[in-house]
């Protein structure tokens, strides 16, 4: 197990993260795992063996009972919460109230709290914002946050599934005003749906942001359980929850180019798939998740693949993005500034 920098911090994160959607199953969220706490534990205890030192939740997951479970199996296995990178987020309704959503002032400090009581802790590594809510001033939120950080209740604060401009704009805010930034912006990217690297992936470059990857295999899609033919296994997560959404007969093409490599390597086509992110500059981690311990076990392979140079040449054309504007043309007129 590698681990990385997170954004432009000391902070070292394990190159895969433990992802706890699938710990509950309460509500809505019983589409994508029903796991109690036996099971729970023990995913937790193999990923902590294999190097895992990155946890991450959400107090929407399971109405609040991901956490829970989470917290428990800290305690249950005699983990030491020094040595674990925690982190959870806020946005999400959590109540019939009108100020239970969003991210203002008030929700975000009710919510901090909860959050640290489900998962027996009095910090949180890494706290972050669930998405944009465009009610709320960002200098509230912005500020809010820095309060958390400041008062020692949060280390760092991070972002997920925001558009380039306004993950710039919260950065910039924050530098002006001396306050503590986003260091994280958790997204989703796959070799299947690579739409991140036109505008997010150059911002987190240039800015030093780090990317934590969510859904890496499309929802179950790049699991090689699927298949053109209309195939698919029982249970698997799509066939009752077709999210993300897949540009499903280019994504065929791409699993067609994993499973031609896989055999050759002895690994699954779902390990080249994870395998392919961790290769990727702008990849700090990659979230894993499981309803069995088999597929922790696969993904767990990931980090011992490697590529050639022309598997990864096969895999960038396979693919890549088709050519959109301002992108041709900014490569177009940059071609005679290179540093080469």
Known sequence: MKYNLL????????????????????????????????????????????????????????EGLSEELTGKAIRNLGLHRDELVLATKVRGKIGDGPNDVGLTRKHILQQVESSLRRLQTDYIDLYQIHGYDPLTPLSETLEALDNLVRSGKVRYIGASNLAAWQLMKAVDYSQYHHLSRF??????????????????????????????????????????KFTRNGQQAAGARRVEFDFPPVNKDRAF???????????AKGASVAQLALAWLLQQQAVSTVIIGAKKPEQLEDNLKAVNVTFTQEELNRLHEVSKLPAEYPGWMLERMGADRTSE
């Open 7 to 62: 954004g432009n911090t000391g902070l070292k994160v394990s190159e895969l993260c433990l992802g706890t959607m699938t710990f509950g199953g309460k509500g809505f969220w019983s589409a994508i795992g029903t796991l109690d706490q036996q099971p729970v534990d023990d995913l937790v205890k193999r990923s902590i063996d294999a190097g895992i030192n990155f946890i991450d939740t959400a107090n929407v997951y399971s």
């Open 183 to 224: 260091e994280s912006l958790q997204a989703y990217y796959t070799i299947a749906g690579r739409d991140l690297e036109r505008e997010v992936i150059p911002l987190l470059n240039d800015q030093k942001i780090g990317l934590m990857v969510w859904s890496p295999l499309a929802g179950g899609f790049l699991s090689g």
């Open 253 to 263: 093409d791409v699993v067609d180019v994993l499973a031609e490599i896989a055999p």
